[in-house]
């Protein structure tokens, strides 16, 4: 859950040098992996979700925003002794302050990891599934089980996987339809350094990559420099386009949401990176963790398709 104290700033603490946040203004939002369900709901798409909460009053209020959002959440497992992760950011005059994380990352037990996976195939017994999301952030709820047996089923029944990363669980994902990780988590993941504006370092960085985890398509998401993918006969380089960038939060999320869905669509990868590289570019524009405005995205992919 995404938590924001929004305020002013016009005064200096006597206490120690640290601005004073006048706060005006208290909001929840749904964050994290539900930021990426907010982001396929606002494609059009129908979004569930399988995750852990903890057995708290904020795992409580969390259930109650996936409600209001009408998003299903038979999927949510909620585990006793757990914190429900909780990022709160201070945000005045526009400009974040500062963030609170209340959270764990000790990994679910197998016995946790065994009730996700039994929520996991009673979805895909009741409902058809065009895509699968791994959506990574390293809180301990994707472990090497997690990994191993949704992989398994989603080969069985020929559903797509795509993943969005991170450092613990970087190279255990092989064979997946899509793997998108940013620069920094490929560098950190492969234990590299490279300039990216350097092309053929850029290649061989995510070529090692592919060798290592077989996937079908590689998307490294570059930030200013935009989005490169490269599969096993192609690559392309797509650059970023001129923002006025307010918040960076929330833009990797919004990024895989939009190629995830244009994958279900049946959109080939390329198509797809393009639209989530203009996805990822509106959303700095905003304040805060936001979901696209599909018809913005409509609009941009208009002009620049």
């Known amino acids: 859950m995404d938590a924001y104290l929004w305020g002013k700033v016009d005064r200096i603490s006597p206490e120690a040098p640290v601005p004073i946040v006048a706060v005006h203004q208290k909001e929840s939002r749904l964050g994290g992996a539900t930021n990426v369900a907010l ?13 852990v909460v903890g057995d708290d009053k904020e795992g409580d209020e969390f259930l109650a925003l996936l409600a209001q959002e009408n998003i299903d959440a038979n999927g ?38 065994e009730l996700v996976i039994a929520k996991f195939e009673q979805i895909l017994a009741k409902n058809t599934i065009h895509t699968i999301i791994f959506e990574d952030y390293d809180k301990g709820l994707i472990t090497q089980k997690l990994i191993n047996k949704v992989s398994e089923i989603a080969k069985q029944k020929n559903i797509p996987i ?103 669509a049946g959109a080939d990868i390329f198509t797809a990176a393009q639209l989530g590289n203009l996805a990822g570019g509106l959303v700095c524009e905003k304040v805060g963790v936001v979901p696209i405005d599909v018809n913005l995205l409509l609009k941009e992919a208009l002009i620049y398709q």
């Open 39 to 51: 982001n396929i709901k606002a494609l059009a798409a129908n979004p569930i979700i399988c995750a």
């Open 76 to 113: 949510i497992v909620k585990i006793k002794n757990r914190q429900t992760t909780v990022k709160t950011r201070v945000i005045a005059q526009n400009q974040q302050m500062l963030r609170i994380d209340a959270e764990t990352d000790i990994e679910i037990s197998d016995a946790e990891t």
């Open 162 to 264: 795509v993943v969005d990363p991170k450092k613990r669980n970087f190279l255990s994902y092989l064979g997946v339809a899509v793997f998108k990780p940013n620069l920094k988590e490929l560098k950190e993941g492969l234990k590299i350094d490279f300039d990216p504006k350097n092309a053929i370092a850029l290649k061989n960085a995510v070529s090692s990559l592919q060798q290592k985890i077989a996937a079908e398509n590689i998307l490294l998401t570059l930030s200013e420099l935009g989005v490169y993918v490269l599969t096993a006969h192609e690559e392309k380089l797509t650059p970023a386009h001129i923002r006025n960038v307010a918040d960076v939060s929330g833009a990797g999320d919004t990024v895989i949401s939009v190629v995830a869905t244009a994958i279900a």
